[in-house]
């Protein structure tokens, strides 16, 4: 972590460039190699004779379109709808309508093959304008989401820690709903979102009572022991087997998604000295939408593995994403170790690895894993108030999502306090020098929170269904009460409870987000882990029974009683 600090000081030398305008960043020419699209739009000069190559005329790909049913439907709310014809790439048409001739909301698309003129894809709703929900196979991870993969990992998640001396122990439950986020998951990987959304919010609002429960219940009695169903060194061999599968499986069949190409984008423009807000280019306007650790982060690799200028296959982004992978992976271990003993470590190890969410993360070369990263790294330093502030500031600085932590996190007596509020300041500042370099605070904050707060998206209740502003408002205004009050109130206040209350405080944030995403489970995933398997003590061993001679001998006899 104090990598990342390192490359925020060195990449703030070449202040000048930083600090030229958004205009002057813009005129920096870059060789890219052009490829062709096979999902490009072009529009045919004529709608009454077929284009060159083609069997269908424009005229003739309308009317197919104008007849599918749910495109029939769509346009009956809206009587001044018209239709755009356009190619789209060699072999197909894609027929879009619109509200108006002005064609301000795209409200139904159509996708006709050109050589049968059957009709391929057919969209309304939200999934016209969110490719991403449409449910298109391997999209997010490729062979991760496989049900091939993902079932076995959901089994080797939760047998180690069934007892089945208990069976109605909450444990279970703790389980079987962290494992719930999959059945939401498997309708959105088909595209039926209004199944997928409403089945995210049973869990979260579970873990997030339970994990309140955990950090403001303060433990009455030792901790019950760590019950295994396998031996740890089992899950040691397990850990290591499941850490190469998962490295192997991103490097020969993952794929990177606009979170990852942000990154190297970001990436790049930090290590060239160029304004890192207001200036992504065309095929990722809004990938300047986080903190500038998150870009930091990724600097090393993109050295290294240097963007080309184009989303290809990035290979800068599966560095990182494997990077954050491990970190989590090794920080639960040394937490674990240090709060528990070694069994916990390893066990909350492969809890990490064996859940099938971390591996969509990365898979996905996304770079949420880098949030769980930082915050397991606090978690690890929080008897020291300086290191516990660096940490917090980092991972605010990376996704703003974890400043809300900061109460939580600060909450010592006034003398740790002060020293935690300094090294977090200090730390911010260093992290933030890119953007006050660039001196436009206003578009740093137009282009990551103002957007974020701001932006529209179908997967969530208030997105797909349209709840009411205000019901959101207050919801996020709850949220953020109980950030501030969780510092202040009775609580727990070992690393447990303070895992359990970081939880859920991020959890009561996602509850009012307008964007919520499967990545973000492994947001809280760790935390989880500590708060809920991490209470356990480290599992004792009996001592060994005494030799039979000296249980019958007299003067042992007499001595034990003597």
Not at 261 to 280: E, K, P, Q
Not at 449 to 468: C, E, H, I, K, T
Not at 497 to 518: H, N, S
Not at 523 to 539: C, K, N, Q
Request: aromatic residues 10%; glycine residues 8%; contains cysteine.
């Amino acid at each position: 972590m104090v990598a990342l600090l390192a490359v925020l000081l060195l990449l703030a030398a070449p202040a000048p460039a930083l600090a030229t305008t958004t205009s002057a960043a813009k005129t920096v020419t870059r060789t890219v190699t052009t490829t062709t699209d096979p999902n490009a739009l072009s529009t045919p000069s004529r709608l009454d004779r077929p284009p060159i190559g083609h069997r269908l005329t424009g005229l003739k790909a309308r009317a197919i379109a104008e007849r599918v049913p749910k495109v029939i439907a769509a346009r009956r709310g809206y009587p001044r709808s018209t239709a755009g014809v356009f190619l789209k790439g060699a072999t197909r048409w894609q027929v879009s309508f619109y509200d108006t001739r002005k064609r301000k909301k795209e409200i139904a698309q159509v996708i006709v093959d050109d050589t049968t003129g059957a009709v391929l894809e057919a969209w309304t709703g939200p999934q016209v304008a969110w490719t991403m929900a449409r449910g298109y196979p391997g999209a997010f991870g490729r062979k991760a989401g496989a049900l091939y993969v993902w079932l076995p990992l959901l089994v080797l998640f939760v047998v180690p820690f069934v007892d089945p001396r208990r069976p109605l122990r909450i444990r279970h439950l703790d389980l079987l709903v962290l494992c719930s986020f999959s059945i939401s998951l498997a309708f959105f990987s088909r595209g039926k979102i209004d199944a997928s959304v409403p089945l995210t919010y049973p869990p979260l609002l579970y873990l997030l009572g339970r994990l309140a429960w955990v950090g403001l219940r303060r433990p009455t009695g030792p901790p019950e022991p760590l019950r295994l169903l396998v031996p740890a060194g089992w899950l040691t061999v397990a850990v290591i087997f499941l850490l190469g599968f998962r490295i192997g499986l991103n490097v020969t069949n993952s794929n990177v998604i606009d979170v990852g190409y942000s990154g190297v984008i970001g990436a790049d423009r930090l290590a060239h000295g160029h304004a890192l807000y207001g200036t992504f280019p065309k095929d990722d306007p809004h990938g300047d939408t986080y903190g500038p650790v998150t870009y930091a982060a990724y600097v090393p690799f993109e050295l290294a593995l240097p963007w080309k200028g184009r989303w290809d296959d990035l290979p800068a982004a599966h560095g990182a994403a494997l990077l954050f992978d491990l970190l989590a992976a090794g920080g639960l271990f040394l937490l674990g170790r240090r709060i528990r003993g070694p069994t916990m470590g390893i066990a909350l190890t492969y809890a990490w690895v064996a859940f099938p969410f971390t591996l969509f993360a990365l898979n996905t070369n996304a770079n949420d894993t880098l949030v769980a990263a930082l915050l397991v790294a606090a978690l690890l330093v929080t008897a020291r108030p300086v290191a516990r502030g660096a940490m917090a500031a980092l991972a605010a600085a990376a996704k703003f999502a974890p400043l809300a932590l900061f109460p939580l996190l600060a909450a010592q007596p006034p003398r740790r306090t002060a020293r935690f509020a300094l090294a977090f300041a200090a730390t911010a500042f260093v992290c933030l020098l890119p953007v006050i370099l660039q001196g436009e605070p206003r578009l740093f904050y137009d282009r990551t929170l103002g957007f974020q707060a701001s932006r529209d998206a179908p997967f969530s209740v208030w997105g797909l269904w349209g709840w009411p502003g205000a019901l959101r408002a207050l919801v996020q205004a709850a949220a953020l009460l109980f950030a501030v009050a969780v510092a202040f109130v009775p609580r727990r206040r070992d690393v447990i409870g303070t895992a359990a209350l970081a939880g859920a405080v991020l959890i009561a944030l996602q509850l009012g987000a307008t964007y919520w995403f499967y990545l973000y489970v492994v947001w809280f995933f760790p935390l989880a882990l500590v708060a809920l398997i991490g209470r356990d003590a480290e599992p004792t061993r009996p001592s060994p029974p005494a030799p039979a001679a000296a249980r019958s001998h007299p003067r042992a006899m007499a001595a034990s009683t003597g």
